[in-house]
Structure formats: structure tokens, C-alpha cells
């Protein structure tokens, strides 16, 4: 079938036609359709039956094209193959934290899937005072199930090198490599500055020998690691929750790279979220704060136990590297060096990303959404200040503990 966008007017006729909906939705003559994407890619429609509301569902589209820029960046539909790869991938490692896809159409670069109806983005739902109990536990699992199963650690050799080509992501791993990696730092005209920063905490990125360095080693390692099928976006803006559950969507970004990448962007967005609050300031902030910190500790430190919890049972009786390659004391060093550099990497790669947010294209609400230049001007030069720190000492802190104190400080 040939490619044409689907607006809100065709979306009935459009879920009338795949056998699936015919099953899901009772009828199809009173469905409300409303188009949601805030994001940067995609088109994202709500839908759901008035007569029947309990029958609902979000489609998904992809165009050809960059959606934020517009037509004049272009861009293959490739990234809604990966995307509903990934989700199912992630959902059968993990059904209570990814939506399940009812439908997938490679022609129409369109995918169906369960609506989240009680959930919110976490990033909307935190700036808007709330908070959970249940996040670092749930995304913990998520991060230890998918980068683990992911990787040679489990897969064969054979299957592994499979999934690797299965998941190239060129286009999307391009976006990434200019505006995590590249463009933050050569003053491009993607960047956007505040105009009450100073030049100076901007030189002190751009022109700083050592920083510049450190983050040409984490691009040479996002691009060249292919550790294990990453989620590739993994910021609070791609996670839903509500009270008592936690669902991560939209994984576009999804390739074969370096673990660290989705921990680092996680526990980068917890820390930008914190001084986005400390800027505003007020009562809830403050609730707020405590908890992003607390929750950035508990995402790693139970990643880290979760993920050893895999390693080591799979020593037992896998076919992945695990379960060939090493034993006793030399297994013991291997995870240890394993687990020291994935702590390493997963802090620059948070100062990256804290960077990009600032000086790059594409930022965060609870910093951007300041509207008072100076305040804004506050929580930026905080939050590069922190993103130095992660890039120079990412080799030297052991602890979470030191890591809250630089946020803190
Ligand atoms: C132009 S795309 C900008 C950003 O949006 C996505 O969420 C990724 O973070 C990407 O870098
Ligand atoms: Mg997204």
C-alpha cells in the first residue's frame, strides 16, 4: 500500500479495516480521535469509542520527515519498524512495564497500541508536584531485563549478532550522535541559548579541552559498543505512570549500543528535573527534589543489584558468554570491572545529556518552561556545572552518595 499520512478524519476507517480493531472495538461510527504528539518525530492519536469507553487505543504514524523541523528534514519511516521491534522485544521481557502492540503496519509506518488511560508522562506529572513510590523499583527492572537479555551476557553468539542488524538504527543514532554529541559543542545552529547565560559557562562546555574530550570518548563508545538493544531515549519524557504502575513507551531511538547510554540519560533527566525545581523553588519543589534524588539513587543502586541477580543466575545455565566463558574468581573480577565501567560510562553519559539539554536543540520543560530569563539563566549554569563534574570525575566517584552532593551543591 502506498504511504499517505493519516489525519484525525481518517483514523475510523483506517482501525475499521485491521481485523484486530475488529475485535477491540464494538463499532466504529463514534470514535473520538485527538491528535496528542508533543513529541518531536511522530504523529500520536488518542482514540476511543464514546458509546464504549473502555475500547481504546493509541496509533502511532511516522512521516517521512523530522516533525519538529518539518519537511525540510527529511527522514526515512524506517524508525516504526524499530519501534514496534522494540516494543514488542521489551514487552516480552517485561508485560508490566511496556504497552502491548495489537498492530503493526509496515506500509502505513502506523502502529496500534494499549492506551494507557490512567497514566501520565512522569515528566508533566513531577512538574506538576507529583510523585511515586513505585518508579525506581519498576524502571530499575525494566533497565536490568532489557540491557541484560539484550547482550552476549545472554544471548548466543549467533542470535546477538541477529538482533544487531535487526536494530540498526542509522537515522536515529545520526540524531543522537549531532545533538547529544556533537552539535552542543561546536556552536551550532541547532543550538538555542538563553540570552541571560553567560558566554562564559557556555565557553566553559564548548572551549573546555578536557570536556570536549571526555564526551568524544562517550560518542566513539555510543557509536562502536554494540553491548546490547538499548531503549535510546530513556528520559522522563518517555515514561508513564500512575500510582501503582510504571510503563516505558516510544523506543524510536531503540539500537545496539553501550548499556550506560540508557541509565546515564535516566538518571540525567532525574537530575535536570532537580534543578529545574531548585530554580522555581516553593514548598512542593522541595518535596519534589528530595524525591528525584532519592529515586535517581534507588534506579541505580537496584538496577545494579537486579542486573547482577540475571548475570549470576544465567552463570548457572546460560549459552551467553556468562555461562561458557569464566568461572570463579575470574567471573568475580569480570563483573566487577563490568560493573565499574558500566557506573563510569552511565555518568557521562548523563553529563552529555545534561549539556544537550541546555545548549542544544531539543530541551526540557521543567528548566526551558522558566519563563523568567535569569531564573532559567540559574538552573542552566547549575545544571552544566553538575554535567562537568559527571564528564571529568565520572572515573574517580564511586558512589551514588558523592553523586547527590555534586547535584546538591
Ligand atoms: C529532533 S529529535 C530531538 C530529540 O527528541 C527525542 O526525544 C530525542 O531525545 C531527540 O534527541
Ligand atoms: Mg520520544
Redesign the pocket.
Known amino acids: 500500500m502506498e504511504f499517505r499520512r493519516l489525519t484525525e478524519a481518517d483514523v475510523p476507517a483506517y482501525l475499521q479495516s485491521i481485523p484486530a480493531m475488529r475485535e477491540r472495538f464494538s463499532d466504529f461510527d463514534d470514535l473520538e480521535v485527538t491528535e496528542v504528539g508533543d513529541?518531536?518525530?511522530n504523529f500520536v492519536y488518542l482514540v476511543s469509542n464514546r458509546r464504549q469507553p473502555s475500547e481504546t487505543v493509541v496509533l502511532k504514524q511516522a512521516v517521512p520527515y523530522?516533525r519538529?523541523?518539518g519537511e525540510s528534514?527529511p527522514l526515512t519511516r524506517h524508525r516504526m519498524d524499530i519501534e514496534t521491534a522494540a516494543l514488542r522485544h521489551f514487552r516480552a521481557l517485561c508485560p508490566q512495564h511496556v504497552p502491548e502492540v495489537f498492530h503493526g503496519d509496515a506500509d502505513l509506518s502506523a502502529c496500534v497500541m494499549e492506551r494507557l488511560g490512567t497514566h501520565r508522562i512522569l515528566r508533566g506529572a513531577l512538574m506538576d508536584g507529583h510523585t511515586f513510590e513505585n518508579v525506581a523499583d519498576h524502571l530499575s527492572t525494566f533497565m536490568a531485563q532489557s540491557l541484560f537479555y539484550g547482550s552476549d551476557l545472554y544471548l548466543g553468539f549467533d542470535a546477538k549478532k541477529e538482533a544487531v542488524k535487526q536494530y540498526t538504527n542509522i537515522e536515529l543514532c545520526k540524531?543522537?550522535e549531532d545533538?547529544?554529541f556533537t552539535h552542543p559543542y561546536d556552536d551550532s545552529a541547532t543550538n538555542a541559548y538563553n540570552t541571560a547565560l553567560a558566554r562564559e559557562a557556555i565557553d566553559g562546555i564548548q572551549r573546555n579541552p578536557l570536556v570536549r574530550a571526555a564526551v568524544g570518548e562517550l560518542k566513539y563508545a555510543f557509536m562502536t559498543r554494540a553491548e546490547t538493544l538499548l531503549h535510546g531515549?530513556l528520559?522522563v519524557?518517555?515514561v508513564m505512570v500512575n500510582a501503582q504502575e510504571t510503563f516505558v513507551i516510544?523506543p524510536e531511538?531503540a539500537f545496539y549500543g553501550p548499556m550506560g547510554f540508557d541509565v546515564g540519560?535516566l538518571l540525567a533527566n532525574f537530575f535536570l528535573a532537580w534543578h529545574g525545581q531548585e530554580a522555581r523553588g516553593g514548598a512542593s519543589a522541595i518535596a519534589t527534589q528530595g524525591w528525584l534524588l532519592e529515586t535517581a539513587a534507588q534506579c541505580w543502586d537496584q538496577f545494579a543489584d537486579k542486573f547482577m541477580t540475571l548475570w549470576q543466575q544465567q552463570e548457572k545455565d546460560g549459552q551467553g558468554f556468562t555461562g561458557r566463558d569464566l568461572d570463579g574468581l575470574s567471573a568475580q573480577a569480570f563483573r566487577e570491572s563490568f560493573m565499574r565501567r558500566l557506573w563510569n560510562d552511565s555518568l557521562g553519559f548523563a553529563g552529555c545529556e545534561m549539556v544537550?539539554r541546555v545548549l542544544g536543540?531539543?530541551k526540557v520543560a521543567e528548566i526551558a518552561g522558566i519563563e523568567d530569563p535569569q531564573t532559567r539563566a540559574k538552573a542552566e549554569v547549575a545544571a552544566l556545572r553538575m554535567a562537568k563534574r559527571l564528564l571529568l570525575q565520572r572515573h574517580e566517584v564511586s558512589s551514588m552518595a558523592q553523586v547527590l552532593d555534586w547535584v546538591r551543591a
Open positions: 513529541g518531536n518525530l523530522l519538529v523541523v528534514w540524531i543522537t545533538l547529544i531515549d528520559h519524557g518517555s516510544d531511538f540519560i544537550r536543540l531539543a
